[in-house]
């Protein structure tokens, strides 16, 4: 998918949320454990109950990772649901991965020839050819760790580095980069104001953003500052959607969260 | 494993090899490519020539990812076939991850649980509660990239950070952690020189070391500046070991090449 398809659909839903699919087997309803599959029902029920309030989902592979061969396979049944029934949405497969030059081609191949997904969360420590290989697809899109949501964010990612905080020169030195316009980035929602500074940075690229609401974010303050002329944000909620009841109810629970915050979006976007 | 128990078979092997099984279908031998599956019999038969002369197995995962469902299976099936014949090596999965707190123990329990390697490879960028989790499990262990051995290391690693580079931040920060007793870090062997700032550090940890051979750094110089009282290091090669034949000889080979190591490392451990 390319960024102006992105956009489109932002506009034609009046939404620019990402969901994130999470899927922990102890806090889903204990109906869906009788399943052969259990994370997949999960998830294919939710997709089928949100997929018109969101642009975008994003399973985060540690979630599946830890149920072993069970759990790939669930993450493969997931993508392959979304991209046969909902072509329209922007995949994400959350994983942060970055190894040197052959090692993140193998990776790439992985989430982008193997499993088809639009996009791949990468960690910046390992510098540009960890995060080349995966700019090197058509269409496809490298979306880099910038400034993360979590307490240890703070430990390196805001150290002042030659003048400027660490994640400053990350998005910067990025720009640099073979395909570099393939780029987005991850920026928590922390601290709005930060915003304000990578916009002078990368004033268009896409910047996915958690951490607004269970993480205490504000979606107005982060649309105020972050928001580009062609949007350019993603807004991702996982656990207040997916987990919004654990009950037989919980698809029905999960479209009622997904959409008060695609109608705080709209309202934002008709502004 | 402990570390004691690491240094104890570096001792009685008299060898601190890890070997890389980054097995790629296209470098492998064209007669294995007919069985059921091609990456654990290549594995099996390199791990079957070469176990004596090391310590220490280290699959890259993104080698098996780029496979999909069947490469999870081979890797499966490599670590128990490890841990089920040679019990007494430590494996190390080569995957390089780190998320929010609560996604990292996801991670956790896929390699440690799941699994059941000895130690992950993990990624820094997210700070103390990306790689923590890692770290609350017995006899298990995390690897911290610290200095990489690839061209992107000069990106942000040697970074000059409040005085010092990112790289000693890095290490010295980790250090506050909690069981960071049981933390190694990844080291590539690029300058040896490097390795006398580090010790300074970390007097007594271990440290990966990736970069010897193919990628043109010297064992002795690296054993002179790296190695500590219980040794401490564990030098890996992959290329150099597991493709010196791609005939139907490629484990006898893959044994030549990793004994003129193995006795190197005899003789530096003589002396």
Same mark, same amino acid.
């Given at each position: 998918?390319?960024? =102006?398809?992105?956009? =489109?659909?932002?506009? *034609?839903?009046? &939404?620019?949320?990402?969901?994130?699919?999470?899927?922990?087997?102890?806090?889903?309803?204990?109906?869906?454990?009788?399943?052969?599959?259990?994370?997949?029902? /999960?998830?294919?029920?939710?997709?089928?109950?949100?997929?018109?309030?969101?642009?975008?989902?994003?399973?985060?592979?540690?979630?599946?990772? *830890?149920?072993?061969?069970?759990?790939? =396979? &669930?993450?493969?049944?997931?993508?392959?649901?979304?991209?046969?029934?909902?072509?329209?949405? /922007?995949?994400?497969?959350?994983?942060?991965?970055?190894?040197?030059?052959?090692?993140? &081609?193998?990776?790439?191949?992985?989430? /982008?020839?193997?499993l088809?997904?639009?996009?791949?969360?990468?960690?910046?420590?390992?510098?540009?050819?960890?995060v080349?290989?995966?700019?090197?697809?058509?269409?496809?899109?490298?979306?880099?760790?910038?400034?993360?949501?979590?307490?240890?964010?703070?430990? /390196? =990612?805001?150290?002042?580095?030659?003048?400027?905080?660490?994640?400053?020169?990350? +998005?910067?030195?990025?720009?640099?980069?073979?395909?570099?316009?393939?780029l987005?980035?991850v920026?928590?929602?922390?601290?709005?104001?930060?915003?304000?500074? +990578?916009?002078?940075?990368?004033?268009?690229?896409?910047?996915?953003?958690?951490?607004?609401?269970?993480?205490?974010?504000?979606?107005?303050?982060?649309?105020?500052?972050?928001?580009?002329?062609?949007?350019?944000?993603?807004?991702?909620?996982?656990?207040?959607?997916?987990?919004?009841?654990?009950?037989?109810?919980?698809?029905?629970?999960?479209?009622?969260?997904?959409?008060?915050?695609?109608?705080?979006?709209? *309202?934002?976007?008709?502004n």
């Amino acid at each position: 998918m390319t960024t =102006q398809q992105l956009t =489109q659909q932002i506009h *034609a839903k009046k &939404s620019f949320l990402c969901i994130g699919l999470d899927v922990d087997l102890t806090k889903i309803p204990q109906h869906l454990l009788q399943t052969e599959d259990p994370i997949f029902e /999960f998830n294919k029920a939710i997709i089928d109950a949100t997929h018109d309030l969101c642009v975008s989902y994003k399973p985060n592979t540690a979630f599946y990772e *830890a149920y072993g061969l069970k759990g790939w =396979q &669930s993450l493969q049944k997931t993508i392959n649901y979304i991209n046969e029934n909902y072509p329209e949405i /922007f995949t994400i497969a959350d994983a942060k991965r970055g190894d040197i030059g052959n090692t993140s &081609s193998m990776y790439a191949k992985a989430f /982008f020839e193997d499993l088809n997904f639009d996009s791949v969360t990468v960690a910046p420590y390992m510098g540009k050819d960890s995060v080349e290989p995966f700019l090197a697809f058509e269409n496809k899109h490298a979306i880099m760790l910038a400034l993360t949501s979590n307490e240890g964010a703070f430990d /390196f =990612q805001t150290k002042n580095v030659e003048g400027k905080e660490l994640y400053k020169t990350v +998005i910067e030195t990025s720009k640099t980069w073979k395909n570099s316009e393939k780029l987005m980035y991850v920026v928590g929602a922390t601290k709005a104001e930060y915003f304000t500074d +990578i916009r002078k940075i990368v004033p268009d690229s896409f910047l996915l953003v958690p951490g607004v609401g269970a993480q205490g974010g504000s979606l107005s303050e982060v649309c105020k500052y972050g928001m580009s002329n062609n949007v350019g944000l993603l807004i991702n909620s996982s656990r207040g959607i997916i987990y919004a009841s654990n009950g037989t109810d919980f698809a029905e629970k999960a479209r009622t969260e997904a959409l008060k915050l695609q109608q705080e979006m709209a *309202a934002i976007l008709s502004n």
